[in-house]
C-alpha cells in the first residue's frame, strides 16, 4: 500500500492550498481517509477524515468552516481544499488510510496507512 501526498507549499495567511493524496495497493471505497498534521514537538493531531460508506465528514474544530475533504473514489484520491490559512496551519500535513468505528475516526491508531507528509507554511 502507498499514499502519496503532494499539494503542500508555501502561503500567505488568508491563502488557500489544496493537498492530494493518491492511494495505491488498497481497495480504496472501503477504507475511511484522513488528514493529520505535525508541528516540531507536538503529537500528530487529527484535521479531518471522510468514512465509508456513508461520507460522513469529520473535521478538527479549529480548521472547520476553513478546510474540505472531498474525495473521488474513481481516482484512488483524497483532496484537502485550506482556505482562509492562518500561520497555526503551519505543519507537515499527512494522509491516512484505515476503519473507523466512527467514535475512534480521531484517532492516529486507527489509521494503518500513512503517506510520507507535504510542508505547508503559512506566512503572516
Known amino acids: 500500500v502507498q499514499l502519496q501526498a503532494s499539494g503542500g507549499g508555501l502561503a500567505q495567511a488568508g491563502g488557500s492550498l489544496r493537498l492530494s493524496c493518491a492511494a495505491r495497493?488498497?481497495?480504496?471505497?472501503?477504507?475511511?481517509m484522513a488528514w493529520f498534521r505535525q508541528t516540531p514537538g507536538k503529537e500528530r493531531e487529527f484535521v479531518a477524515a471522510m468514512v465509508v460508506p456513508d461520507t460522513r465528514i469529520y473535521y478538527q474544530d479549529s480548521v472547520k468552516g476553513r478546510f474540505t475533504i472531498s474525495r473521488v473514489d474513481t481516482r484512488n484520491t483524497v483532496y484537502l481544499q485550506m482556505n482562509s490559512l492562518k500561520p497555526e496551519d503551519t505543519a507537515v500535513y499527512y494522509c491516512?488510510?484505515?476503519?473507523?468505528?466512527?467514535?475512534?475516526?480521531?484517532?492516529?491508531?486507527?489509521?494503518?496507512?500513512w503517506g510520507q507528509g507535504t510542508q505547508v507554511t503559512v506566512s503572516s
Open positions: 491516512a488510510a484505515g476503519k473507523s468505528d466512527y467514535s475512534s475516526v480521531y484517532s492516529r491508531d486507527t489509521y494503518d496507512y
Open positions: 495497493g488498497l481497495i480504496f471505497n472501503n477504507y475511511d
